[in-house]
């Protein structure tokens, strides 16, 4: 399995920008996906997550209400809209994707996912 993220850029704040996370394969409805970020100089932190389904997502206290995770299992593509950008999300942003047999699992954790993208910058100028 191969990710591969893009949609990063330099906003100001305020702005709004789209991530797209396209997976290779042909079970890309068999996975979980998660978006986490990495500022310099900062340990990677989730953002959000959705359900192989897409029937369910969770977010990071820091992003929930501006950011919207979503996913189409036609195009094998995950996506992070992030809406009312704050400098505080300048980071680079990586994808990731969880095998699982649960429908419903949202998982949180780095450890929790099997596969990586190598990540899109994001820039949030004040």
């Known amino acids: 399995v191969q990710l591969q993220a893009s949609g990063g850029g330099l906003v100001q704040a305020g702005g709004s920008l789209r991530l797209s996370c396209a997976v290779s394969?042909?079970?890309?409805?068999?996975?979980?996906m998660g978006w986490f970020r990495q500022a310099p100089g900062k340990e990677r932190e989730f953002v959000a997550a959705?359900?192989?389904?897409?029937?369910?997502?969770y977010y990071a206290d820091s992003v929930k209400g501006r950011f919207t995770i979503s996913r189409d299992n036609i195009k094998n593509t995950a996506y992070l809209q992030m809406n009312s950008l704050k400098p505080e999300d300048t980071a680079v942003y990586y994808c990731?994707?969880?095998?699982?047999?649960?429908?419903?699992?949202?998982?949180?954790?780095?450890?929790?996912?099997?596969?990586w993208g190598q990540g899109t910058e994001v820039t949030v100028s004040s």
């Open positions: 959705i359900s192989r389904s897409a029937g369910s997502t």
């Open positions: 394969g042909r079970t890309f409805s068999s996975y979980a």
């Open positions: 990731a994707a969880r095998a699982t047999a649960n429908r419903a699992v949202l998982p949180t954790r780095v450890n929790e996912y099997n596969y």
